[in-house]
């Protein structure tokens, strides 16, 4: 069985990631390819600008949430070298998680029984910031799920091996400059297998190996179930 049907067979039983509804009428589906007009002549290196930008799209939605992202081809990774290299490679712009787009402060809940995995700061302009990797089982099967654009506050006392119970609050949206430099969110990923990694792992991939990616990162929606994305 795959991961998406297991997690599809469980979802009942998933608690929330946010202490909030994410398909109630605040939230909205906010858009970052090249198809959005307002990213065309956007300063997204300035991460101020940028957030001005992100709040521009809630207002004009008449939301204060924002969701979106899982295989979407972003423009907005062109912000930082991180994602891509010159014109001789592919660079990386379909993004592999679910971004929700959400003040910083607010806390995370454990969705289901977890183990943290790896902690880390990935401390580029434009990566993850703070990040969280835990380990899950159901039926047997380990995945994963990564937390990232994080608070350091509540992310000093988290411990490799910590056990947390489901609805546990463990962790919270972080500020620029230490989330990544960017407006403030929450990137939520499911991992079927973390590859060796440690404390970090692409949100980000190459477009033209997409159906390998999608394969080991299913769609987070089948955690979140916001009804937005559905």
Known sequence: MSLASLLLRHQA?????????????????????????????????????????????????????????????????????????GQAEEARSLHLGVDVWIPAGTPLLAPLPAQVHSLADNAGFGDYGITVILQHELEGTIFYTLYGHLSRLEWTALRVGQRLEQGQAFASVGPYPENGDWPPHLHFQIMADLQGRVGDFPGVARPSEREAWAALCPDPNLVLQSSVLA
Do not use: C, K, W
């Not at 009428?25 to 065309?40: G, I, K, Q, S, Y």
């Open 13 to 85: 039983s998933f608690g929330p990631v946010l202490p909030v509804d994410l398909s109630g009428p605040a939230v909205t589906r906010l858009d970052f390819t090249d198809n959005n007009p307002l990213l065309a002549q956007a300063d997204l290196r300035d991460t101020a600008a940028f957030e001005q930008l992100v709040n521009t799209m809630l207002a004009q939605a008449g939301a204060t949430i924002g969701i979106g992202g899982y295989l979407e081809n972003r423009v907005i990774y062109r912000r930082s070298q991180h994602f891509g290299p």
